[in-house]
């Protein structure tokens, strides 16, 4: 269960059905970070780890595997809005970030500690270092990346083997049905050294449900919003996640979903943990209404045919999303 839109555009009180609702249907599994929710704003930040932390009191600590992210470096056309945008995969800054995070969370360890974007310039010793001091303190389990690359993975995992400290386990990146990269490279990477697959944005944002493709766009929606704002990055993100080829593509598997018998939403999350690379498919919702469709691929295994016409589909439209 993905809870990056809980404090914007998902209140406290939706967000609590969705939590509560996630729960009974037997996840287990919720995934936070420290910036969230996004768009990341500092009038904002840190809301949903106070959200997730103040449901978690609700239910038994070790019925949860929670996981959470630490901030990487600021960029030029991002800086996050905590610590001044001075931020860094560094002792000093994965200290401060955990504290904070096991406060807003009312927790004394997290499951699954990620770092949310690489810092290649700190250096992976120093990060590793910093991760296996948590862990030997109790307070993460395990540790996990994001947003990596092929190179990064691969120098992360040599890294924790040559200095003894532990390893990154999982790797939470883009994957889905309109954005399959992950299967160039990282996933026999992925593989090979048994890291596991923790896709986001597994409906592409939202652009496979087909809520873009109808004119006008909806109001309240991410990429709606983003394609107004004035910032490079939004901008950006939206023009990456919305554009002819990601339009044409949905719409391909919107008449496929109708062929299969299911909704495009069913048949996009069938796909994402279809993968042999695949852990678990991070699963974001808005409303109630919304997971509890998501939901209904949960028992969902496509068939050959189907795979087979999803890889045509993805053979004639190029890397939708660039």
Not at 101 to 121: A, N, V
Not at 221 to 238: D, H, V, W
Request: charge should be negative; proline fraction near 4%; hydrophobic fraction near 35%.
């Amino acid at each position: 269960m993905g809870t990056m839109t809980f404090g914007s555009t998902c209140d406290e009180n939706e967000a609590f059905k969705i939590l509560d609702y996630a729960y009974e249907q037997g996840i287990d599994f919720y995934d936070t970070a420290e910036v969230y929710p996004i768009p990341p704003d500092i009038s904002y930040v840190n809301e949903t780890e106070k959200i997730v932390g103040r449901w978690l009191k609700t239910k038994p600590r070790d019925s949860v595997i929670l996981a959470t992210k630490v901030a990487g470096p600021g960029h030029g056309w991002f800086s996050p809005p905590i610590r001044s945008g001075k931020t860094s995969l560094d002792r000093h800054h994965i200290r401060t970030a955990i504290e904070g995070s096991l406060t807003r969370l009312q927790t004394d360890y997290i499951d699954l500690y990620q770092t949310h974007w690489p810092d290649h310039g700190t250096g992976y010793e120093e990060t590793l270092y910093a991760l296996d001091e948590l862990a030997n303190e109790g307070k993460i389990r395990y540790a996990g990346c994001s947003n990596e690359n092929t190179y990064g993975l691969m120098k992360s995992l040599a890294t924790a083997a040559e200095i003894g400290t532990l390893r990154y386990e999982s790797i939470q990146n883009n994957y889905s049905i309109l954005n399959r990269r992950f299967e160039d490279e990282l996933a026999q990477a992925a593989r090979a050294e048994k890291v596991s697959l923790l896709p986001y944005s597994p409906l592409g944002g939202g652009v496979v449900t087909g809520k873009y493709n109808d004119d006008p766009l909806p109001e309240n929606a991410r990429f709606s919003r983003y394609a107004k704002m004035t910032e490079e990055r939004q901008r950006k993100m939206a023009n990456r996640f919305l554009n002819s080829k990601t339009l044409e593509t949905t719409n391909r598997l919107r008449q496929l979903a109708d062929e299969a018998g299911m909704s495009v939403t069913v048949l996009a999350l069938a796909f994402s943990k279809a993968h042999d690379f695949v852990a678990s498919t991070i699963v974001g919702a808005n409303t109630l209404a919304q997971l509890q469709e998501s939901l209904k691929a949960k028992d969902v295994t496509l068939t050959d045919e189907v795979m087979r016409k999803i890889d045509k589909i993805n053979a004639e439209i190029l890397y939708p999303m660039g």
